[in-house]
Structure formats: structure tokens, C-alpha cells
């Protein structure tokens, strides 16, 4: 069966600090993957999306970036975080683009 | 008018009850209907997934597609304190992506 993990589950960064968040999707190959944010009470924001390894669309104009360096692997990153970056980010994936997304559990990132 | 309307709730049912969720949509090329629940802290779990209209069930839960009036539910039969979790439905056009969602509904069962 095919698993998703998001790790860390919990970060706490100060402002202007780099990130990096990774995702990887087991037992699956070719996945789609997806990046999205989450803030209480504004639903879920797709921020990035990707249907094979190098290829990264982006949503919304932002201070992140994703890259997809190997087939099962999304990474979300960032130069500098702001204020406004903190939130709960969510990885998931997909088997085409008619399918439906299987989420993991998030990494809740917190900016002082 | 935003794409996907959702009643953010709280909605507070007694055990036993059952519950209705309701998602209107504003996009008519809207083919594929999901209802995912989420836990606190936690990921969003796909319960439900449906193309076109029509009805679809599973165990306790029921998830019904009108097209013509642009409105999808979920209904929870003999709901449980396990059922307490904030639900969100979805939905995306045929052979495109991303996911629209609503904001969720946050539902507490009491015991």
C-alpha cells in the first residue's frame, strides 16, 4: 500500500531563516505530488504542484519554492521565511490527475 | 460568489444523530466530488469520492452529487464521538488539477 510522510511535524524558525520541508510517497511510482497551506479558517491553499520529477507549477507568487529531485520526493523551501510563512503545510499525492489526493500529516511551522 | 461555499459550523450533535454536511459550488465543469475529514493536527483523510451525480455509500456514510443544483452532502448515519473532526469537501474538473476546497465544517458528537 502506499504511505506519505512529512517531516518535521512541528518547526519553529525566526523570521529570515531558510527552510526546507520534505515529502516523500512510498509504493507508488510517478506520483503527483502537491504542496498546500493551511491557515485557520482560509481552508486549504495549493501553493505547488508537480507530475514528474523537475517539473514544478506553481499556484500563487510567494516567498517559497519546491523542488522534486527524485521521482518520490517533494521538497518545500525557502531563503528567507516571513511572518506571514507560518502556518500548517500539508504534502500529498496522487496517482493521475483524475484521482483523488492522499494528504500527510503536515508540518505545523511557527515564525517569531 | 466564491467557487465552494461550506458552513464552517460548529455544528454539535448528540450520539446516534445522524448529520447532514453540505458544499455548494459555483463552477459547473466540476466533475469529481470528495468528502475528506481531518483530525486536529492532522492531515486530511479521504472518506468519499464520486464523479458525476448520483449517490454513493460506504458503511455509515452517504455521499450524494446534485449537479443540476450544484450542491453535494455527506451524510454520517448512528454518528459517534469518533466523528468529532472538521470536514471538508472537494472538488476538481476532468483531466485537470488542482483541488478546489471548502473552508471545512467542524463537527462535534456528543457522547
Known amino acids: 500500500s502506499q504511505t506519505i510522510h512529512q517531516w518535521p511535524a512541528t518547526l519553529v524558525q525566526p523570521v529570515g531563516s531558510p527552510l526546507s520541508l520534505e515529502c516523500t510517497v512510498e509504493g507508488t511510482s510517478n506520483p503527483n505530488l502537491y504542496w498546500y497551506r493551511q491557515a485557520a479558517g482560509r481552508g486549504l491553499q495549493l501553493l505547488f504542484y508537480s507530475v514528474g520529477i523537475g517539473q514544478i507549477s506553481s499556484e500563487v507568487p510567494q516567498n517559497l519554492s519546491a523542488s522534486r529531485p527524485q521521482d518520490r520526493q517533494f521538497i518545500l523551501s525557502s531563503k528567507k521565511l516571513l511572518l506571514s510563512d507560518s502556518g500548517f503545510y500539508l504534502c500529498?499525492?496522487?496517482?493521475?490527475?483524475?484521482?483523488?489526493?492522499?494528504f500527510g500529516d503536515g508540518t505545523r511551522l511557527s515564525i517569531l | 460568489q466564491k467557487e465552494v461555499e461550506q458552513d464552517p459550523g460548529p455544528l454539535s450533535v448528540p450520539e446516534g444523530a445522524i448529520v447532514s454536511l453540505n458544499c455548494t459550488y459555483s463552477?459547473?465543469?466540476?466533475?469529481?466530488f470528495m468528502w475528506y475529514r481531518q483530525y486536529s493536527r492532522k492531515g486530511p483523510e479521504l472518506l468519499m469520492y464520486?464523479?458525476?451525480?448520483g449517490n454513493k455509500e460506504d458503511g455509515r456514510f452517504t455521499a450524494q452529487v446534485d449537479k443540476s443544483s450544484k450542491y453535494i452532502s455527506l451524510f454520517i448515519r448512528d454518528s459517534q464521538p469518533s466523528d468529532s473532526a472538521t470536514y471538508l469537501c472537494a472538488m476538481s474538473v476532468i483531466g485537470n488539477t488542482p483541488l478546489v476546497f471548502g473552508k471545512g465544517t467542524r463537527l462535534s458528537v456528543i457522547a
Open positions: 463552477n459547473s465543469a466540476f466533475q469529481y
Open positions: 500529498a499525492w496522487s496517482g493521475n490527475s483524475n484521482q483523488p489526493q492522499h
Open positions: 464520486t464523479y458525476s451525480s
